[in-house]
């Protein structure tokens, strides 16, 4: 079956880094796009960044372009989000996600959280 397993959060000040891994099991993982959402407490989830299979095509929000950037090892069955000049608004519970057979799959999440 389809698991995505996120890793990587912790408590960063502002203007620190941190780095997401999310592995992949349970299906090709090379044949698909990988997507980063985020949920704050009381909102709704958000698409951060997405990676196409090849890992040739990336998009941001917004919110995040400049200081995020997706990656992809097929080898690894693994994706990443560098999270760079964090805010602490950028303080989330971060989610993997991927559509395989038209269902939408979904890690367990990892707290960021930034503050001083």
């Known amino acids: 079956q389809v698991q995505l397993v996120e890793s990587g959060g912790g408590l960063v000040q502002p203007g620190g880094s941190l780095r997401l891994s999310c592995a992949a099991s349970g299906f090709t993982f090379g044949n698909y796009a990988m997507k980063w959402y985020r949920q704050a407490p009381g909102k709704e989830r958000e698409l951060v960044a997405t990676i196409s299979s090849g890992g040739g095509s990336r998009n941001y929000a917004d919110s995040v372009k400049g200081r995020f950037t997706i990656s992809r090892d097929n080898a690894k069955n693994t994706v990443y989000l560098q999270m760079n000049s964090l805010k602490p608004e950028d303080t989330a519970v971060y989610y993997c996600?991927?559509?395989?057979?038209?269902?939408?799959?979904w890690g367990q999440g990892t707290q960021v959280s930034v503050s001083s």
């Open positions: 996600n991927t559509k395989f057979r038209f269902r939408d799959y």
